[in-house]
Structure formats: structure tokens, C-alpha cells
């Protein structure tokens, strides 16, 4: 009788699970010994910085392997991609007993900025899917507040669900409901068009460009990612060797996992490696 074989991880569930080995090691335990071939003076910190190693040099060669250049939207939205796993990195080293504590008086402790960061992710969706509605129907007037308040009626709904989810959340339940409204972004917006991208979307600040409703989402997570950096510091949690370098990871993830094109047998190598090393740590 033949036995089945696991599933061949991801790169990204490869990642996770180096992640989860590795975010709680002390800077202590980075200089543990560890060997990678002829390199063995490093320590187990060479763990982490190969798996950044390797998935910068799988971003060059997927990117070498496109068929095709991606629109405007899609370049933008990688960006904002890039924004999210910063952020990504980020709250991998925080623990539920750090999202209520305030590093200072009148300061918002982590719990809230996460549920502010997230009230924006939906807020900024509603525009920008309005505006795109309208230019596939080659409408360039403003909405009427009707349209507005009927357009979003659904999407407010979803995000105070999540908003007030977070509320008493653990941290595994903020870093869900990110991935959450993350993935719904990238999906609905993905395929906006070069034609489309100069198209006007309405706001408190006036009529707007797609291209500058859609660079706004990476900006406002950048912003608030640097609170949480402040936050995190204020409350006696700076940063380990462990978490920079998880960091790190993070960001060339973000360029992997943002390539189309196929190249399974480079993903699937690449996360067979990681996932070995993760299981070795």
C-alpha cells in the first residue's frame, strides 16, 4: 500500500513556519552554531539571512520569467504589498499581552492603532471601487451623496464586523484580519487598467486619480507602521536581531509572492528549503 505525501509547503507557509521558530530567539541565540555548507561562522543568524538570501534571488528570476510587464495598478499595489509585509513583520513579535499597554499619556497603545490601520483599509477600498465602478462606466461626475452612502452602505458594514472583532481580539486575530481586507484589496483592484488609472475618485478631499487613491494605501500602512515601531518601543519591546531579520524576510517575500507568473518548480524548491531549514532550527 502506497503512503501519501504531505503536501509541499508554500513559500509563503515555508516562511510562516521559520517565522514561528525563529521571532522569539534571543539575540543570545542568533550566534548558536549553525552551518549552511562552507559557512559556519555565522551562526543560526545565517538561517534567517539565507531564507532573505534566497527569496530575493527567486524575485529576480520570476521576474525574469514574466511573460508580460504588469499594469500601473498592479505596480502600485505591489508597493502597498510591500507595505503589508513590513507590517507583517512587524506584529510577528508582538504578543497579545503587548496590545493594551499605552507607552505614554494620550498615546494609542497597539490594540488601537491596528484598528484604526484597519478602519482605513476598508474606507480607502470604498472609494477606490467607486471610482473604478464609475470609469468602467465612463462617469467622471460626482456621486451624489446617495450613490456614496449606498455604494459603501456594505463595505462599512464589513468593516466595523472587523473593526469591532479586533476589539477584543488576540494577536493572531489582528494579524488575520489584516490578511483579511490585504487580500480583498489585491483581488478587486488588481486588474485596473493604464486606460483606467487617471480616472477620478471622490472623497472628503475632492476628485482624485485611481493612481492616487491607490498609492494611498501604502502610505497610510507606512505611517501607522512606524506608530506601532514608537508603540512597541515606548512599552519596553524594541526590536530583537530576530525580529529585524524576520522583517527583512517579510520584504522579500512580498516581491515573491507578488509575481504572477508560474515557475512552480523555482517556488516549490524554494520553499522545500525552507521549510528543512525551519524544521532543523
Given at each position: 500500500?502506497?503512503?501519501?505525501?504531505?503536501?509541499?509547503?508554500?513559500?509563503?507557509?515555508?516562511?510562516?513556519?521559520?517565522?514561528?521558530?525563529?521571532?522569539?530567539?534571543?539575540?543570545?541565540?542568533?550566534?548558536?552554531?549553525?552551518?549552511?555548507?562552507?559557512?559556519?561562522?555565522?551562526?543560526?543568524?545565517?538561517?534567517?539571512?539565507?531564507?532573505?538570501h534566497e527569496l530575493r534571488d527567486l524575485?529576480?528570476?520570476?521576474?525574469?520569467?514574466?511573460?508580460?510587464?504588469?499594469?500601473?495598478?498592479?505596480?502600485?499595489?505591489?508597493?502597498?504589498?510591500?507595505?503589508?509585509?513590513?507590517?507583517?513583520?512587524?506584529?510577528?513579535?508582538?504578543?497579545?499581552?503587548?496590545?493594551?499597554?499605552?507607552?505614554?499619556?494620550?498615546?494609542?497603545?497597539?490594540?488601537?492603532?491596528?484598528?484604526?490601520?484597519?478602519?482605513?483599509?476598508?474606507?480607502?477600498?470604498?472609494?477606490?471601487?467607486?471610482?473604478?465602478?464609475?470609469?468602467?462606466?465612463?462617469?467622471?461626475?460626482?456621486?451624489?451623496?446617495?450613490?456614496?452612502?449606498?455604494?459603501?452602505?456594505?463595505?462599512?458594514?464589513?468593516?466595523?464586523?472587523?473593526?469591532?472583532?479586533?476589539?477584543?481580539?488576540?494577536?493572531?486575530?489582528?494579524?488575520?484580519?489584516?490578511?483579511?481586507?490585504?487580500?480583498?484589496?489585491?483581488?478587486?483592484?488588481?486588474?485596473?487598467?493604464?486606460?483606467?488609472?487617471?480616472?477620478?475618485?471622490?472623497?472628503?478631499?475632492g476628485a482624485m486619480p485611481l493612481r492616487?487613491?491607490?498609492?494611498?494605501?501604502?502610505?497610510?500602512?507606512?505611517?501607522?507602521?512606524?506608530?506601532?515601531?514608537?508603540?512597541?518601543?515606548?512599552?519596553?519591546?524594541?526590536?530583537?536581531?530576530?525580529?529585524?531579520?524576520?522583517?527583512?524576510?517579510?520584504?522579500?517575500?512580498?516581491?515573491?509572492?507578488?509575481?504572477?507568473?508560474?515557475?512552480?518548480?523555482?517556488?516549490?524548491?524554494?520553499?522545500?528549503?525552507?521549510?528543512?531549514?525551519?524544521?532543523?532550527?
Amino acid at each position: 500500500m502506497s503512503v501519501a505525501k504531505a503536501p509541499v509547503a508554500t513559500v509563503t507557509q515555508a516562511v510562516e513556519a521559520l517565522v514561528r521558530k525563529t521571532i522569539a530567539l534571543s539575540d543570545d541565540d542568533m550566534g548558536r552554531e549553525w552551518k549552511w555548507g562552507v559557512y559556519d561562522e555565522e551562526g543560526l543568524r545565517f538561517a534567517l539571512l539565507m531564507a532573505h538570501h534566497e527569496l530575493r534571488d527567486l524575485a529576480v528570476r520570476l521576474a525574469a520569467a514574466r511573460e508580460r510587464e504588469p499594469a500601473q495598478a498592479a505596480r502600485i499595489l505591489a508597493q502597498y504589498h510591500q507595505a503589508y509585509r513590513d507590517l507583517s513583520g512587524v506584529l510577528a513579535s508582538v504578543r497579545t499581552d503587548d496590545l493594551d499597554r499605552v507607552s505614554a499619556e494620550g498615546e494609542w497603545p497597539v490594540r488601537e492603532v491596528c484598528k484604526h490601520m484597519l478602519g482605513a483599509e476598508y474606507g480607502f477600498l470604498a472609494v477606490t471601487r467607486l471610482g473604478l465602478e464609475r470609469a468602467l462606466a465612463r462617469n467622471a461626475s460626482e456621486p451624489s451623496d446617495e450613490e456614496w452612502n449606498a455604494f459603501r452602505a456594505p463595505i462599512a458594514s464589513d468593516r466595523d464586523k472587523a473593526t469591532a472583532s479586533i476589539a477584543t481580539a488576540d494577536i493572531e486575530g489582528i494579524r488575520n484580519a489584516f490578511a483579511e481586507i490585504h487580500i480583498r484589496v489585491l483581488r478587486e483592484l488588481r486588474d485596473i487598467t493604464d486606460d483606467q488609472i487617471e480616472a477620478p475618485a471622490w472623497f472628503w478631499d475632492g476628485a482624485m486619480p485611481l493612481r492616487f487613491r491607490l498609492h494611498r494605501f501604502e502610505e497610510h500602512l507606512r505611517q501607522h507602521t512606524i506608530q506601532l515601531d514608537k508603540t512597541l518601543l515606548g512599552i519596553g519591546r524594541p526590536p530583537t536581531e530576530a525580529h529585524r531579520l524576520v522583517r527583512n524576510i517579510y520584504n522579500a517575500l512580498a516581491d515573491v509572492e507578488m509575481e504572477r507568473g508560474a515557475a512552480d518548480d523555482l517556488r516549490a524548491t524554494l520553499a522545500r528549503t525552507i521549510a528543512e531549514r525551519a524544521a532543523a532550527v
